[in-house]
């Protein structure tokens, strides 16, 4: 079982999404790509969806504060400075961490 926030990258559509896990990552990509949470999820407009980034949690309540912070940004550079840049990455959990 993964429990993570996840980004997911469309190459037909130029596009990110962010989401959290707590199950198997691989399955929920799947899930995706196969129109399983309804064709009027976001996801649905393709089937090319593939894993970007993975931030593993240990608990499902951060990698929702991770997941939130992310789409508050609305960027997808800062999306992609989280891949390019690790330390950046590495600040963001901790401070998205909680108590």
């Given at each position: 079982?993964?429990i993570?926030?996840?980004?997911?990258?469309?190459q037909?559509?130029?596009?990110?999404?962010?989401?959290?896990?707590?199950?198997?990552l691989s399955?929920?990509?799947?899930k995706?790509?196969?129109?399983?949470?309804?064709?009027?999820?976001?996801?649905a407009?393709?089937?090319?969806?593939?894993?970007?980034?993975?931030?593993?949690?240990?608990?499902?309540?951060?990698?929702?504060?991770?997941?939130?912070?992310?789409?508050?940004?609305?960027?997808?550079?800062?999306?992609?400075?989280?891949k390019?840049?690790p330390?950046?990455?590495?600040?963001?959990?901790?401070?998205?961490?909680?108590?």
């Amino acid at each position: 079982m993964d429990i993570c926030c996840y980004i997911i990258f469309s190459q037909k559509l130029d596009k990110f999404y962010t989401g959290v896990c707590q199950e198997n990552l691989s399955s929920r990509i799947e899930k995706h790509n196969t129109h399983y949470y309804s064709n009027k999820n976001f996801t649905a407009k393709t089937d090319d969806w593939i894993l970007f980034i993975k931030i593993d949690t240990d608990d499902f309540s951060h990698a929702r504060r991770i997941e939130l912070k992310i789409k508050s940004m609305k960027s997808s550079v800062f999306i992609k400075n989280l891949k390019k840049y690790p330390e950046l990455l590495s600040k963001f959990f901790y401070e998205t961490k909680g108590n």
